[in-house]
């Protein structure tokens, strides 16, 4: 899940970003308004974590732009402003959720959670190909009922591939969903995770799931 933070509270930014790394999640700050519009209309997100009072663009200009762009990225609005009548503004102009500082991490992982979920049917469901499952929520994978531990990236790049089962995804494709806006990939970076993933979830199964395809990229998918 790749997440973008617009916060110009340098310290408040670089721990959101840990948090959220430590919780497997790919994550991109910006620090002002105008990188914050700039990164959210030209990469594409799973949820953005917006502080409402920035310099260049405020939050509330932010996404009403993104909404007029018909951009529909889940957006959790990040403030100091506690009265009743910001809060009001801040779900009308589009928000899914308004998360009041000083908040707890905790917290925000959770609502980041529910927007998620809210936001796709699929992120509920466990992700299947063949006897390999993967649980989203619980971030937990299963070869044929054995657990297999994954590193953060090893599981994102995982999950990456088993929601497009079937079908291929270029590197350039697992780099832009998988890593954040500051990989710049020793080219084979990507094929060194996908070599770790493969001892980990094929070496020891007869029926190979991860394939290369020759030029283009890899797919995950059950083979005769
Ligand atoms: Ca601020």
């Given at each position: 899940m790749k997440i973008l933070i617009v916060e110009d509270e340098a310290t408040l930014a670089k721990n959101l970003k840990k948090g959220f790394e430590e919780n497997s999640f790919v994550v991109d700050l910006a620090y002002n308004g105008t990188d914050g519009l700039h990164q959210a209309t030209h990469e594409s997100y799973d949820i953005i974590i917006l502080d409402?009072?920035?310099?260049?663009?405020d939050g509330l200009e932010i996404l009403t732009r993104l909404r007029h762009d018909g951009i529909r990225t889940p957006v959790i609005f990040l403030t100091a402003k506690d009265s009743i009548e910001e809060k009001v503004n801040g779900l009308n102009s589009g928000a899914d959720d308004y998360v009041i500082k000083p908040f707890s991490f905790h917290e925000l992982l959770a609502r980041v959670r529910v927007c998620l979920r809210r936001a796709s049917h699929t992120t509920d469901v466990i992700l299947k190909v063949n006897g390999l499952t993967l649980d989203p929520i619980v971030r937990k994978v299963f070869r044929d009922e054995k657990r297999v531990d994954l590193s953060p990236i090893e599981f994102s790049l995982l999950e990456y591939m088993m929601r497009h089962s079937g079908q291929v995804v270029t590197r350039t494709m697992i780099s832009e969903h998988v890593?954040?806006?500051?990989?710049?990939?020793?080219?084979n970076v990507v094929d060194v995770h996908i070599a770790k993933l493969r001892i980990k979830?094929?070496?020891?199964?007869?029926?190979?799931?991860i394939h290369t395809v020759r030029g283009v990229g890899y797919v995950i998918e059950e083979r005769d």
């Open positions: 409402i009072m920035l310099p260049q663009h890593w954040d806006s500051n990989f710049e990939g020793f080219s979830i094929d070496k020891k199964h007869e029926k190979k799931l």
